[in-house]
């Protein structure tokens, strides 16, 4: 999976969970400003790694401030299967 | 352990099971109070070291102390709505009324600490008092006794690491005083943080699906208590969690990773339990169902 695919997985499944439209959303947006609270995240995270069959520790996951640093972390996490 | 009972059927199987976990609910309560009783009281005004009690408090910190206090106000409505949601379990019940005692002395220690130091005077704190109280009352933010238990483990060590990270901070300045009183906090939250975790556990074994869902129902719409109620709520926060260094890492790794660790809950079987809530409000909401 690339990253545009990868960002692309990201926006659905932030959209299925939040239940509204991400708009003005890249990979540099922080994901705090989203509104996406630290629970928000941890349950995005919990639905990316179920779809992509990949696990993600969770002191990886407290140190995530960006979408990018999110994607970085499951594209590594891809790469290393 | 069987319990069936011949003869009884559904209804007596359930008043069983039901009657098993009263029993378990009410040995927690005896097992938390018997340990405060031995190793944690203390006296607000007896066992602080009022006597070095410095006037130079800087504003940030008396504003988190009256933050404290202003969400402690609603104290009584915390216990009397406490109260309604867990009955009929005896050990919840006897271990709420004894939280409210325990809570009382958190506020009352704060507000001296506040006056005595002349960071705030008597008329400011009757202002604050009728800011909160007149026209507002706190309403719980779930249901059940069960959603409410997990609410309040979750709150309660969050308190906790709140706590710690102001009496490392009054140290650092010198106030003694300060310190003294929330480090005497700190232990009971962690104290509530222990039996409500207690109760988790023996939930869990009695409904381990239906302690999940709720589980993943209290995350998805936690919010800290009294958070519409106080005045300049945001921009208090705002306030402790720069002095306190809270920011979203630490609510996941010391507030929620290690309550779920400690009731033997993953974060994978969290998210489990979201997505069939998910699955369920939009089967609930689509034309078909």
Same mark, same amino acid.
């Given at each position: 999976?690339?990253?545009?695919?990868?960002?692309?997985?990201?926006?659905?499944?932030?959209?299925? #969970? @939040?239940? *509204?439209?991400?708009?003005?959303?890249?990979? =540099?947006?922080?994901?705090?400003?989203?509104?996406?609270?630290?629970?928000?995240?941890?349950?995005?995270?919990?639905?990316?790694?179920?779809?992509?069959?990949?696990?993600?520790?969770?002191?990886?996951?407290?140190?995530?401030?960006?979408?990018?640093?999110?994607?970085?972390?499951?594209?590594? *996490?891809?790469?290393? $299967? | 352990?069987?319990?069936?009972?011949?003869?009884?059927?559904? @209804?007596?199987?359930?008043?069983?099971?039901?009657? /098993?976990?009263?029993?378990?609910?009410?040995?927690?309560?005896?097992?938390?109070?018997?340990?405060?009783?031995?190793?944690? $009281?203390?006296? !607000?005004?007896?066992?602080?070291?009022?006597?070095?009690?410095?006037?130079?408090?800087?504003?940030?910190?008396?504003?988190?102390? @009256?933050?404290?206090?202003?969400? @402690?106000?609603?104290?009584?409505?915390?216990?009397?709505?406490?109260? %309604?949601?867990?009955?009929?379990?005896?050990?919840?019940?006897?271990?709420?009324?004894?939280?409210?005692?325990?809570?009382?002395?958190?506020?009352?220690?704060?507000?001296?600490?506040?006056?005595?130091?002349?960071?705030?005077?008597?008329?400011?704190? #009757?202002?604050?008092?009728?800011?909160?109280?007149?026209?507002?009352?706190?309403?719980?933010?779930?249901?059940?006794?069960?959603?409410?238990?997990?609410?309040?483990?979750?709150?309660?060590?969050?308190?906790?690491?709140?706590?710690?990270?102001?009496?490392?901070?009054?140290?650092?300045?010198?106030?003694?005083?300060? /310190?003294?009183?929330?480090?005497?906090?700190?232990?009971?939250?962690? %104290?509530?943080?222990?039996?409500?975790?207690?109760?988790?556990?023996?939930?869990?074994?009695? =409904?381990?699906?239906?302690?999940?869902?709720?589980?993943?129902?209290?995350?998805?719409?936690?919010?800290?208590?009294?958070?519409?109620?106080? !005045?300049?709520?945001?921009? $208090?926060?705002?306030?402790?969690?720069?002095?306190?260094?809270?920011?979203?890492?630490?609510?996941?790794?010391?507030?929620?990773? !290690?309550?779920?660790?400690?009731?033997?809950?993953?974060?994978?079987? #969290?998210?489990?339990?979201? *997505?069939?809530?998910?699955?369920?409000?939009?089967?609930?909401?689509? !034309?078909?169902?």
């Amino acid at each position: 999976m690339n990253n545009e695919e990868l960002f692309a997985l990201f926006r659905e499944v932030v959209q299925s #969970i @939040e239940k *509204r439209p991400l708009e003005d959303v890249t990979p =540099d947006s922080v994901i705090a400003d989203l509104g996406i609270d630290s629970l928000g995240m941890m349950e995005i995270v919990g639905e990316l790694e179920s779809r992509l069959d990949v696990m993600i520790p969770d002191d990886q996951l407290v140190k995530l401030r960006t979408v990018a640093d999110l994607l970085g972390v499951v594209q590594k *996490r891809l790469e290393a $299967r | 352990m069987s319990t069936r009972v011949e003869g009884r059927g559904a @209804e007596g199987e359930r008043d069983l099971a039901d009657t /098993r976990l009263s029993l378990r609910l009410y040995e927690e309560y005896k097992t938390f109070f018997a340990r405060a009783e031995r190793e944690r $009281r203390w006296n !607000p005004f007896d066992d602080v070291p009022w006597d070095q009690i410095r006037k130079d408090v800087p504003e940030d910190l008396a504003l988190c102390a @009256e933050t404290f206090c202003a969400v @402690e106000a609603y104290l009584p409505d915390y216990v009397s709505e406490g109260l %309604a949601v867990v009955r009929p379990y005896m050990g919840q019940l006897w271990f709420q009324a004894n939280w409210g005692y325990e809570e009382s002395k958190h506020a009352l220690s704060l507000q001296e600490f506040l006056l005595r130091s002349g960071a705030r005077t008597d008329e400011q704190m #009757i202002d604050l008092q009728h800011r909160l109280w007149v026209g507002k009352k706190w309403t719980p933010l779930f249901r059940t006794g069960r959603q409410m238990t997990i609410y309040g483990a979750i709150q309660e060590q969050a308190t906790f690491v709140f706590y710690c990270r102001q009496r490392e901070r009054a140290k650092a300045l010198g106030h003694e005083t300060l /310190r003294v009183i929330y480090d005497f906090i700190a232990r009971d939250e962690i %104290a509530h943080t222990h039996f409500y975790e207690g109760v988790i556990r023996v939930l869990l074994e009695e =409904d381990r699906e239906g302690t999940l869902a709720d589980f993943a129902l209290v995350s998805r719409d936690f919010k800290m208590p009294a958070f519409d109620l106080v !005045p300049d709520y945001d921009q $208090r926060v705002m306030v402790m969690r720069d002095l306190a260094n809270m920011d979203r890492d630490v609510f996941l790794q010391k507030v929620y990773f !290690p309550v779920l660790k400690r009731v033997g809950v993953t974060r994978a079987e #969290i998210v489990s339990a979201m *997505r069939k809530a998910r699955d369920a409000e939009q089967g609930e909401s689509s !034309p078909a169902a």
